[in-house]
């Protein structure tokens, strides 16, 4: 399957699949058909989209390494320091903002091109959706901007008057990123419908080979704002890359204000839903605006680390998976929809859950490899190696999140998801302020871990009223099975590499029990899964391999 053809390529591809195209002159936008509506196709479907996901994670994957690569050159040009300190708390209300306003264009995007599509044309649809992005990326660039002064006194009231005055330098340029980051997200969104996923991961490369740049180039004369710089031209670069499919569009503004009415009234509940998912940061700068100094810092890189981990194992399936069960739901194929949800778990847990047992047992060495370096110490080591536990076992939840919030966000479930999101995140608050009082940063951690379990315990409640239960006896059993075995391993790769082999060097001895561990535990991982869930898999690489 060519993911990066042309235009017209792509749309062949979706039309030889079942799909209808709508044209307008020379170019198209392709309506895929219903998934589902033939049996008999479900076979081919499944390892169609089994190995786009995997394509997406491969690039996901290499897009983390870039990602690890900038956070490896910040470390080193600016360790766990009070300036790094200012340019978190700088990003984070925007950051957060992005976060909701680019989710809710795809969440709030797909089923609306899903439901009106058909009848009005999805390029027109998707024409008046892209004009309603560009006038809120306007007002975010302006408004926020604007009040950025403001939003970090709020935000972090603890901060020195060095401290404050950088971050909201910082803030003001972040809100421009926030804007382009909120096109794009459109323009992603508008790719994924069309089934043109290669593309939009790819694109992604360019945010962190812009802080690569920025930090090499700038840092040395205007130090972290170089960083901020390096996003914004990688943020620039990025809408670039995504913009050649506006041109399949029809643009105009009769029938946008209408558009715009239909978005926002989805797109509020849907932004309460996401507040865990971007708020986090904001709470967090807040309570550790009152800590010692690099606090933050050692939050922001336990947190790097296992959002990388978490969107390896499970973006390349979610990007996949939504716009199918988008499908499945306007079609009223709940059955299916359930089925592939707990698919989609089983996959994403038998993947995390290994990764977090070693990851645990092999923190330290692991972080002191990637990390300690430059201004990056060994105390800061210990400190990020010290938190990363609760991270781990946030990770985990946080990546069955990014599969339960879109079955949610497919059966245009927001209201529910985004009360339990304000509830959720009250919580994180309450217990991020008591326990960071208590203990430090340390608490933050805890206190993440707590918040996302609680989302993955609430979200699968609310999920399962409306398609069934998604936490069946065989699911439950396989997580129980697989957390065994996965300690089990963990703690035999902690004996080799403390004890057994200690004479080898650090750095080998590090690449030879991890990369035998992770082997172990992915291949014992899959021997969990049942017969039938096997032999896709199995049909699905002899097909590739072929």
Request: hydrophobic content about 55%.
């Amino acid at each position: 399957m060519d993911f990066i053809g042309s235009r017209k390529s792509e749309a062949t591809l979706m039309t030889a699949e079942g799909g209808q195209a709508a044209t307008s002159g020379d170019a198209a936008v392709v309506w895929p058909a219903s998934a589902g509506a033939d049996p008999r196709r479900e076979p081919a479907l499944f390892r169609s989209a089994l190995r786009s996901s995997l394509y997406v994670s491969l690039v996901v994957g290499i897009g983390y390494l870039v990602s690890f690569i900038s956070q490896f050159v910040i470390a080193r040009s600016f360790g766990a320091s009070t300036e790094l300190d200012a340019y978190l708390t700088g990003y984070a209300i925007p950051g957060s903002a992005v976060g909701f306003m680019a989710n809710c264009v795809g969440y709030v995007g797909l089923p609306m091109l899903a439901r009106h599509g058909p009848e009005e044309g999805p390029d027109n649809v998707m024409g008046r959706l892209f004009l309603v992005t560009g006038f809120l990326a306007l007002a975010v660039m302006v408004v926020g901007g604007g009040m950025a002064h403001v939003l970090v006194r709020v935000g972090a009231p603890k901060l020195s008057p060095e401290k404050l005055a950088l971050a909201i330098r910082i803030q003001r340029l972040f809100w421009v990123v926030a804007g382009l980051q909120v096109i794009s997200a459109c323009l992603t969104a508008f790719h994924h419908f069309t089934r043109s996923f290669l593309l939009p991961s790819i694109s992604v490369l360019v945010l962190p080979a812009g802080v690569i740049i920025g930090c090499l180039t700038l840092a040395s004369r205007i130090g972290v704002m170089g960083l901020a710089w390096g996003f914004l031209g990688g943020a620039a670069l990025q809408v670039v890359l995504l913009l050649p499919i506006a041109s399949a569009l029809k643009f105009s503004l009769k029938g946008v204000a209408s558009t715009g009415v239909v978005f926002l009234s989805a797109a509020i509940p849907n932004a309460l839903s996401l507040l865990p998912f971007g708020f986090l940061p904001v709470i967090d700068a807040f309570w550790a605006s009152g800590l010692t100094d690099g606090a933050l810092s050692y939050l922001g890189y336990a947190s790097r680390i296992v959002i990388a981990i978490s969107a390896i194992c499970a973006q390349g399936i979610c990007v996949v998976l939504f716009p199918s069960l988008v499908e499945h739901a306007a079609g009223g194929n709940l059955d299916s929809l359930r089925t592939r949800l707990q698919t989609a778990l089983k996959i994403v847990i038998g993947l995390t859950i290994p990764l977090a047992c070693l990851v645990a047992v092999l923190r330290v060495p692991l972080v002191a490899l990637a990390l300690q370096r430059g201004r990056f110490d060994e105390q800061a080591t210990k400190a990020v190696a010290a938190v990363l536990p609760w991270y781990l076992v946030g990770m985990i939840a946080l990546s069955c999140m990014f599969i339960l919030s879109r079955g949610l966000y497919s059966v245009s479930k927001f209201l529910g998801p985004g009360l339990i999101a304000v509830g959720s995140l009250t919580i994180y608050a309450a217990a991020s302020g008591v326990l960071s009082f208590k203990f430090g940063y340390w608490g933050i951690g805890a206190a993440y871990a707590v918040e996302w379990w609680l989302l993955v315990w609430a979200s699968s409640l609310l999920m399962s009223r409306r398609v069934g239960p998604l936490w069946a006896k065989e699911q439950v059993t396989f997580v129980l099975k697989l957390l065994v075995v996965s300690l089990g391993i963990a703690l035999l790769v902690r004996e080799f590499y403390f004890h057994i082999l200690s004479a080898l060097p650090a750095v080998p001895r590090l690449a030879l029990v991890g990369t035998a561990g992770t082997f172990l535990s992915l291949f014992l991982a899959f021997l969990l899964f049942n017969a039938a869930e096997k032999q896709r898999l199995l049909n699905l690489i002899h097909r590739e391999g072929q």
